[in-house]
Structure formats: C-alpha cells, structure tokens
C-alpha cells in the first residue's frame, strides 16, 4: 500500500483572478449570431437574460479578469480544493505513468458547478436581480444555483430534465432544502414546454429542452434573468480557478502534465482545468496533449457538425457556432444526466477546430467499470460525468505501461456520486444499457439545422 499524496494550497493562494484564453488564442472564435438578422449579437441583445457585468465578461479579450472579493470569499468555504497524486491507482495499472487528480467534489453541492454559480448569482445581485431561472440535467447545476441564491438573497426556479427529476429525486430535495424551486421540464408552464409535449407526451427530456422553458420565463419577465451552467465564455471563465491552482500544486509536485484531461458536457469543467494549460502552451510553446471525454450516447465533439446552431430545441437563443448534433437531437436516456446536451462550448469546439485538443467517446458500462476500479483504490465514489475522464487517464497510463513512458497524466473529478448510486447500483445490477447514438435520429436532426452562411 502506497502513502497518499495531496497537494493542499493555503487559502491565501486562491486564485485572485480568472484566466481568459480569448487572450491567447491565435485566431478569435466566430461571433454569435442574431438568428433573425445574421448579425454579431450586441449587449441589448443579450440584456433582458444577463446582467452588464456578465455580458461583459462574454466578449472579453483581456487575458485576466479580477474575481470579486464576495465571490472569494464564498470560495474560500471549499477552495483552494486538493489535487491528489493517484499512487494506488498507479499501483494497481502496474503503470510508470504519473497520475494527478483535482478533486471538485469538495464544494457544498459536490461538483465544480458551484464556482460559476457564486459568480453569476454575485453579479445578478449587484445589477437588483430578484429571480433566477435555469435549467438542470442531473441537478448538479440547479443544486449549486440554488445553493449560491440563497447565499445572495436571490430565488431560483429550475427546469429540471424530466428523466433525470424521476431517476434523482435526491437532486430534487437538494435543491429544495436550499429553497429552490424545482419544475420537471418539459413542463406545462411555458409554450415552449407545452409545444413538447403536444408532440411528444412522454419526452424525457433534454437540456436543450429545459434551456429553452428557462430562457422563455426570464425573456418575458422583468425581475427575472437566465443563468447558464456551462457553455458560454463566462462560465468557462469562471471554471479556471481550477486549472489556475492545478498550476500552483503541480509545482509543488515539481511536475508538469503531458496529459490534460476532462469529460465534456457543455465543456466548463473540462475548460477550468485545461484553459490556464493550454494558455500557458499557447504562450511559450510547451507541448501538450488535452483530451476532452464525451458518452458515446450524445458525441458532439466527435460526430457532431461544426456549424452555426441554436442552443437550445425551442430555438430562443442566438446562433453560436459550435459542434453539434441539431438542436432537436434529444439523447437517449443515460445515467450521465450533466452530459446529456445536444452541443459544444463555442469556444471548447474552436479550439478543437484550431487543433489544440483531442476527442474521445466512450460507452456508459465502460466508463463505468473505470469509476469503480477507481473507487476500489482512491476511496472517492466519482459522479458518472466524471467517470468519463477516468476512464480516458486510465486508458492513457495503460498505454503509457504499453510504450515504456512515464508521463504525468492530470484529470479533473469534477463531482462525486453520492447522488448517484442508483446508476452504480444498476450498473452492478447489469442494467446499464449502452445507448448507441441513432445515426438516423442526429442525421433527422442535422437537417434542421439553421442555414447561415460563414
Ligand atoms: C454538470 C456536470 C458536468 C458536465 O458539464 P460541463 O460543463 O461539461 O463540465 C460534468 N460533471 C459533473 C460532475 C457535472 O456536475
């Protein structure tokens, strides 16, 4: 048995500012859309479901951008959080590879979510926000919202992909102890809920779904502003106080990743971790390889098309170009409920255009037996999500006992899954069904597509 080892920071070393990797990158991503006029969106365009500050930090290009103290002082409940070396899992790949971890699942709600929700509640309050809406896919976001509301003064009313409200009704009561309310989405009280369900009466659900019921109620009224879990700039943004102290351990560590890697749902917690790397890399030309890890059920990164799409299945939002697979792609029903959305970050997709990351897919009983394996050595359930980017450092410290080489290999654990052993108890249980992506579905999909000329 081999000692653990853990990188702890003091919390006079959390981070001050987030990074930016709009400020290194040697092209611009492709402006956001008007879907009605085919033009660059501007402020007023995004101000009935953001407030200034956020919409600001959207379009910046500064490489830094200061971090409030309230919002520190928030983080300081759970951050700086431990980056771990995995020596047992190590031990047990026989493997020469060095394996990091940064553990996200410290914070109140279990995940990295609750970084950008301080945030984003933080800057709502600022501007005389009273109510927040958003949607929830496996609840971890409308958990940490809620959580980060109530340390605002701010209400929070969230959609909550109906497949993931039946399957964790654990999620649900979380999000009410804080004092959220929490709707099954597609719902009755939107038109876009109820255009669902006139079509399709048993829907299960999709994030793009519940994005559009959540942005419809805050678009029409006036104390009420939208808040996003992943996906845009400022979420990303907010997440690299995570790669920002990875940095500061691993030099600790007296060491340096080769491998960064991450699961991919909208790409916020795979971008806090790799941005402040591959800004670095951009900057003095170190080599590195980022992998982003999607479920083979919803591959946007590795099937999806690169085009100008709708962020959202009732088509309220602006066009931004990412991968996708059609705004309509409804997923099918697997247990990763924070992976299950039909796109990419717009700025997770152009740097996998611009070639500076890879992607992967993997089945969900794969992913799965790569969680437990995990476990079984570092005592730390990881949430499904997560396990996505387990089984990728595994595969990548197999490979490197296969050639002879020792590499560092760093990950996020971006969440635990206490909230999750129901799909551990089925996936013992052999009932975890490797969803295949219908080719016909995405290609019905795809078709759909908005037409913009770029
Ligand atoms: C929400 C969530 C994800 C997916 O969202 P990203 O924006 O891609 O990070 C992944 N893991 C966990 C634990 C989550 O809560």
Redesign the pocket.
């Known amino acids: 048995m081999s000692e653990t080892v853990k990188y702890v920071l003091d919390e006079s070393r959390l981070p001050e500012v987030w990074y930016n990797l709009a400020a290194d990158l040697p092209e611009p991503a492709p402006p956001v859309l008007h879907p009605g006029t085919g033009q660059p969106v501007g402020p007023d365009d995004l101000a009935p479901l953001f407030p200034m500050a956020i919409i600001g930090q959207e379009v910046s290009t500064e490489r830094h951008i200061a971090i409030p103290e309230e919002v520190r002082d928030v983080y300081r409940q759970w951050r700086p959080t431990p980056l771990f070396r995995a020596r047992r899992l190590e031990q047990a790949l026989e493997t020469p590879a060095r394996i990091y971890y940064k553990y ?2 410290v914070s109140p ?5 609750p970084n950008t929700a301080v945030a984003q509640a933080y800057y709502n309050k600022q501007e005389g926000v009273s109510r927040l809406t958003t949607e929830t ?2 609840g ?2 409308g958990s ?1 919202l809620a959580f980060a509301g109530r340390v605002f003064g701010i209400e929070v009313e969230v959609y909550m992909v109906r497949v993931s409200y039946e399957q964790k009704p654990y999620r649900r009561a979380l999000m009410e102890t804080f004092g959220a309310r929490c709707v099954p989405s597609p719902s009755e009280e939107t038109n876009a809920g109820r255009t669902i369900l006139a079509e399709h009466p048993d829907s299960t659900g999709s994030l793009g779904i519940a994005i559009s019921e959540a942005v419809e109620m805050a678009a029409t009224r006036e104390d009420t502003k939208y808040s996003l ?3 845009l700039n400022h ?2 943004m907010h ?1 690299t106080v995570i790669g920002e102290e990875t940095q500061e351990q691993l030099e600790l560590a007296d060491d340096y990743p080769d491998v960064v890697i ?11 971790l790799s941005f402040p790397f591959i800004g670095q890399a951009l900057r003095d030309g170190k080599k590195l390889r980022v992998i982003a890890v999607e479920p083979a059920a919803c591959p946007s990164l590795t099937k999806g098309l690169y085009a100008y799409d709708f962020g959202d299945t009732g088509h309220l939002t602006p066009l931004v170009r990412m991968h996708t697979l059609g705004s309509a792609f409804v997923p099918p029903p697997f247990h ?4 299950r ?1 039909h796109g990419m ?1 717009p700025m997770v997709s152009h740097v996998k255009e611009l070639g500076l990351i890879e992607a992967r897919a993997y089945t969900q009983t794969e992913v799965f037996a790569a969680g437990v394996e995990f476990a079984r050595v570092e005592g730390i359930v ?5 396990n ?1 980017a387990v089984k990728a450092a595994i595969d990548e410290a197999v490979r490197c006992r296969e050639e002879g080489v020792s590499q560092a290999i760093l990950f ?1 654990l ?4 206490h909230f999750d052993m129901q799909a551990y108890t089925d996936y013992f249980a052999g009932k975890l069904e490797d969803h295949e992506y219908s080719e016909d579905e995405v290609a019905m999909a795809l078709a759909g597509l908005p037409s913009v000329a770029v």
């Open positions: 996200e699942g709600t279990g995940s990295h979510k896919g496996a971890q976001w940490s879990g992943s996906v979420v990303l997440q991450g699961c991919t749902g909208g790409g916020s917690n795979f971008s806090g990763s409920g924070g992976l959305y970050a990881p949430a499904p999500e997560a996505h996020n971006c969440g635990h899954g």
